[in-house]
């Protein structure tokens, strides 16, 4: 039997005040946003817990490559690369970059297997305050693996003999992995939203990798390249990454006004490359966001 709600209960069923501040702060956009973020960040951590196999290889194979690329060329002669630097200590920032930029590109492929399974349109039917947080969950957790996978290879490269910057120069390195990293996962994201299927995805991940990893200076520096190559090569976003990395791996003392990249058209200084980082992941976001808003209507 139904009860009726008269005016002497109609009291004990409104909200205390302590249940009214919990619903005020959940109407509140912003924190609605940063709860769900971090709700969909956990489940992705508690996926790697699960699988942690991920994690282990992007971990394991920079470390074959600073091992294998070093043996490759330590019979090299001294002074080959122009200075008196070892090729390991060349090689560090590529594959700290490559990394980092290998794992931004899978950055979509969860996001496509939740469509493929289901689990994006219950989302997408979920009363969230922002769709946006499922994109800010996939940004937030590709990060914070590119950053352990960064920490990892600085740490390997100095037991190699690479060296270690400084407290500075770690913080750029930083800020250069988080700008290839945001603006490479915000184009796997849209892929993830625009491609039909996880085969088409990752057709393009294998099309693309390898051809970014060669036509940039992480294998070599541009003088050793075919002239029309240096012109790929400097027009690529990893080249615009490596370079300050390597600068601050072989020059103690840099600044912002410190060249750190010769191009074809001229030199680069620290500023400049920055800005170019800058714009290249604000023309990817500007470019997915009519596609999002299509998706998420």
């Known amino acids: ?5 008269t005016p002497s209960n109609f009291k004990s069923l409104a909200p205390n005040p302590e249940m ?3 619903m005020g702060d959940l109407g509140n956009p912003i924190s609605e946003f940063i709860q769900e973020t971090l709700a969909l960040t956990k489940r992705l951590f508690i996926q790697l817990k699960r699988r942690p196999s991920t994690l282990i290889a992007g971990v394991i194979q920079p470390l074959m490559w600073l091992i294998l690329f070093g ?11 122009g200075t008196d630097i070892s090729y390991g200590k060349f090689l560090a920032p590529g594959v700290i970059v490559f990394t980092a930029f290998s794992g931004a590109l899978n950055a979509g492929l969860p996001v496509m297997f939740d469509r493929e399974f289901g689990f994006l349109n219950r989302l997408l039917v979920a009363p969230l305050a922002t769709r946006y947080s499922i994109v800010a969950a996939s940004t937030i957790y ?7 996978q960064t920490a990892v290879i600085v740490a390997a490269s100095a037991f190699l003999g690479a060296g270690l910057p400084g407290f500075a120069g770690l913080s750029a390195i930083a800020l250069l992995v988080f700008l290839v990293v945001l603006g490479v996962t915000a184009l796997s994201l849209g892929l993830a939203f ?3 299927g996880h085969i088409e995805l990752i057709a393009v991940i294998f099309v693309t990798n390898l051809p970014l ?8 520096p541009l003088s050793f390249m075919a002239n029309w190559l240096q012109w790929i090569a400097s027009l690529n976003p990893l080249t615009y990454a490596i370079e300050p990395i390597r600068y601050i791996y072989l020059n103690d003392g840099w600044g912002l006004g410190s060249t750190v990249m ?3 058209w001229g030199t680069l200084n620290f500023a400049t490359v920055l800005l170019v980082l800058l714009v290249f992941d604000a ?12 998706r998420f209507a």
């Open 142 to 148: 590709i990060i914070s693996l590119a950053f352990i």
């Open 20 to 22: 009214q501040g919990q």
């Open 262 to 264: 010769e191009a074809p």
């Open 71 to 81: 043996a490759l060329f330590y019979q090299a002669p001294q002074g080959f690369l």
């Open 1 to 5: 039997m139904s009860q009726s709600i």
């Open 194 to 196: 625009a491609l039909p």
């Open 213 to 220: 990893l060669f036509a940039s200076t992480a294998l070599a």
């Open 283 to 294: 023309a990817i976001l500007f470019a997915i966001q009519p596609l999002l808003r299509r």
